[in-house]
């Protein structure tokens, strides 16, 4: 089971992250899991969340590259040769929320794009890509774009997705900033500029 834990940094200190944990675990037991994984980023309780892992017996397995950036800085100029030109390509580039939510299975289609390319990122030994229930996905999707939605954008070719990149803002502790969630294009359609 992989799991996160946020906690409005000023919150800190006053026993919500074991609570929620201890909650988490709660909940995990439904699973039948054999493992817990989380993924843990520099961020303003990095160290807070540091601290109650390794206190409950959790390893380093994996480190993941990070990205960010300032979204008051973004320059989409640059881009936009190259939008034009796939565009002209029949690829158009869609906000997954903003406006596409009334395309045909739209969620569905998502999940399947999403869990195509996630089985080409690399997992430590011993661990299997597994699909999450669809119903999970919705769940988490939900909880994105009312929570922490910076952008997703979505490549489609012909009604097919093709490719996705899905950017998060913790909008109460870092505003400014966006980070990647995923990102990935369909191995056919790779080596395109996409």
């Known amino acids: 089971t992989f799991f996160t834990t946020r906690l409005d940094p000023t919150y800190n200190y006053n026993g919500y992250r074991n609570l929620m944990y201890n909650e988490m675990l709660k909940k995990v037991k439904e699973y039948n899991s054999n493992r817990l994984l989380t ?3 520099i961020h303003p309780n990095y160290e807070e969340h540091k601290k109650l892992l390794l206190k409950e017996g959790f390893k380093l397995v994996q480190t993941n590259r990070e990205y960010s950036c300032d979204i008051r800085k973004i320059d989409t100029k640059k881009y936009y040769p190259l939008i034009k030109k796939l565009e002209s390509e029949g690829i158009i580039f869609y906000d997954s929320k903003e406006e596409m939510k009334d395309f045909q299975n739209h969620y569905k289609k998502l999940e399947e ?3 195509i390319y996630d089985e080409d990122v690399p997992i430590p ?5 597994t699909r999450m229930p669809f119903k999970q996905f919705i769940k988490r999707q939900s909880d994105y774009e009312k929570n922490s939605y910076g952008t997703e ?3 489609v070719l012909d009604k097919k997705y093709i490719g996705s990149t899905d950017l998060y803002v913790y909008h109460k502790s870092e505003p400014h900033k966006a980070w990647t969630g995923g990102l990935g294009v369909l191995k056919k359609f790779r080596r395109k500029g996409i």
């Open 39 to 41: 993924d843990i980023y």
């Open 125 to 129: 030994d011993g661990i299997k890509h």
């Open 113 to 115: 794009l999403i869990w």
């Open 153 to 155: 954008i979505v490549a």
